[in-house]
């Protein structure tokens, strides 16, 4: 029954978050203006705005809008671009593919590099590569993304001639985007496992280990490694669900045909449907991987395991 009433309240708990967001999205994409005078013709008439704000159904009393949008949100339907002037969810679909794609390259650099190097930093605490390595670290966290891709492109693509300047096509593009978005994760994820891998060091487990002569390599990956999974897999998670949420700027700096891209000329545009559509793709992955990571958390953590069945 614990078990049972855990579940229920992580759903509740994802569902209320969920209209939460959409309820905040729909406000704010109705306080950035009208859609209706972007897209009428220069100087049109007020007669002619207030035909499409009709068109477009924004004519309507904003709760009616409001409770229609959550009634369509349910089976998926988002309505139709007023922009693009096609569905919304298709065209969310098409680019979520591109965002995934990056967002999992992304995080698969941080992740292995960043659960690496914090091992190997640990193993020579206060020595020149520890030193070097959180050195590194502090850089990745204190430049921006907006600000490293640009460097990256002009030292990268335009002085090296290494990679393309933008667009997605091959692997190479996914160098400088997989670098600019993920450095930021990669040096959390390496404060924390340093950090959590300092604290095993001591324990006799680890001291057994090393009293047996095993090398620094094998002793960490079968001691010290285990024993860092928790804090290691609730940051990896949570890095996870920000790099997808935070690949927006990346994306429009390297013209990558993603949801941030996507997203961007959408809010330009004013076109709520697409806005809106986006926004609860966002919600849904952040919502499903912190979702996930409770879960993996259970499963790494005998502890809560047994607090359940208690």
Do not use: C
């Amino acid at each position: 029954m614990n078990v049972v009433r855990r579940v229920a309240l992580i759903l509740v708990s994802a569902i209320v978050s969920l209209v939460g967001v959409l309820t905040l999205v729909f406000v704010l994409a109705r306080l950035s203006g009208d859609p209706a005078k972007l897209m009428a013709p220069p100087n049109a008439p007020q007669s002619q705005i207030d035909l499409t704000r009709a068109q477009l159904g924004l004519d309507r009393p904003l709760i009616r809008q409001y409770g229609s949008f959550l009634r369509d949100a349910v089976h998926g339907d988002f309505g139709k671009s007023y922009y693009w002037h096609q569905s919304a969810a298709s065209l969310v679909w098409d680019h979520l593919p591109s965002t995934l794609a990056l967002a999992a390259v992304a995080a698969t650099f941080a992740i292995i590099l960043g659960v690496g190097a914090g091992l190997v930093a640990s193993s020579y605490r206060g020595r020149l590569p520890d030193r070097v390595m959180m050195t590194g670290s502090l850089v990745g966290q204190a430049v921006p993304a907006f600000w490293m891709a640009p460097v990256l492109i002009l030292l990268v693509s335009v002085k090296l001639g290494w990679t393309p300047t933008g667009g997605m096509n091959g692997w190479r593009s996914f160098v400088l985007p997989m670098i600019a978005l993920g450095s930021f994760q990669l040096a959390v994820i390496f404060r924390i496992t340093r950090a959590s891998a300092l604290e095993v060091q001591s324990q006799d487990h680890v001291r057994l280990g090393r009293a047996k002569g095993l090398g620094k390599g094998r002793l960490a990956i079968s001691h010290i490694l285990p024993s860092t999974a928790l804090p290691v897999i609730t940051v990896a998670g949570l890095s996870v669900a920000s790099l997808i949420g935070g690949s927006v700027i990346v994306e429009r700096i390297f013209s990558w045909p993603g949801l941030g891209n996507l997203m961007i000329d959408a809010v330009e545009q004013r076109d709520f449907p697409v806005v809106q559509a986006i926004a609860v793709v966002y919600a849904v992955a952040f919502i499903t991987i912190n979702t996930l990571v409770d879960l993996l958390y259970e499963l790494a953590d005998p502890r809560t395991r047994t607090a359940v069945v208690r």
